[in-house]
T-cell receptor, first 111, second 112 residues
Framework: DAKTTQPPSMDCAEGRAANLPCNHS???????VYWYRQIHSQGPQYIIH???NNETNEMASLIITEDRKSSTLILPHATLRDTAVYYC????????????FGTGTSLTVIP | DVKVTQSSRYLVKRTGEKVFLECVQD?????MFWYRQDPGLGLRLIYFSYDVKMKEKGDIPEGYSVSREKKERFSLILESASTNQTSMYLC???????????FGPGTRLTVT
């Protein structure tokens, strides 16, 4: 699975959009980009995933660049409950069942 | 909503004790997983199971065993707990290889 690079921490004002970047320059054609988040002392929570096209659900939007070497997770109106560690994971459906979680980005939403 | 539950949120055990961590999922998922999470190391896969009575080693199986007698239940066993097994243990499940995994709330185990 391709490696990902995320900033270790970010702040965002409550009510503003939080844009969390992820670099995955070695991604291959059959690898998906997944985003999870982990609120303190809880299990990781699935947010969204995509292959090539931008994706949106009730939690967030995922923007993948045309060359697929990077992506951005957007939380459109951040709330205090969005304070968490956000993990960007690149994974092929063919490489078994494991998700490799790195150290992620610690997002703090500030009142 | 997928529900993955773990038997305890916090557990304190003594060195040498046999420890059972239980995980139950209610969505008829084929696959279940046990991870441990330690600061600076991320999540590491201990074991996973893709069917009843089937198991596969993950990256760090040493010191652990697992049991899956029923589809909905996956148990992690520490045969003789040691202090280096103090960690957060996370269970997850998914319906197939290409699907996202759903995690339980975690069990924070302290071995003294």
């Amino acid at each position: 699975d391709a490696k990902t690079t995320q900033p270790p921490s970010m702040d965002c004002a409550e009510g503003r959009a939080a844009n969390l970047p992820c670099n995955h320059s070695t991604i291959s054609g059959n690898e998906y980009v997944y985003w999870y988040r982990q609120i303190h002392s809880q299990g990781p929570q699935y947010i969204i995933h995509g292959l090539k096209n931008n994706e949106t659900n009730e939690m967030a939007s995922l923007i993948i660049t045309e060359d697929r070497k990077s992506s951005t997770l957007i939380l459109p109106h951040a709330t205090l409950r969005d304070t968490a560690v956000y993990y960007c994971i690149v994974r092929s459906a063919n490489t078994g069942n494991q998700f490799y979680f790195g150290t992620g980005t610690s997002l703090t939403v500030i009142p | 909503d997928v529900k993955v539950t773990q038997s305890s949120r916090y557990l304190v055990k003594r060195t040498g004790e046999k420890v059972f961590l239980e995980c139950v999922q209610d969505m008829d998922h084929e696959n279940m997983f046990w991870y441990r999470q330690d600061p600076g190391l991320g999540l590491r896969l201990i074991y996973f199971s893709y069917d009843v009575k089937m198991k596969e080693k993950g990256d760090i199986p040493e010191g652990y065993s697992v049991s899956r007698e029923k589809k909905e239940r996956f148990s992690l066993i520490l045969e003789s707990a040691s202090t280096n097994q103090t960690s957060m243990y996370l269970c997850a499940s998914n319906p197939g290889q290409s699907y996202e995994q759903y995690f339980g709330p975690g069990t924070r185990l302290t071995v003294t």
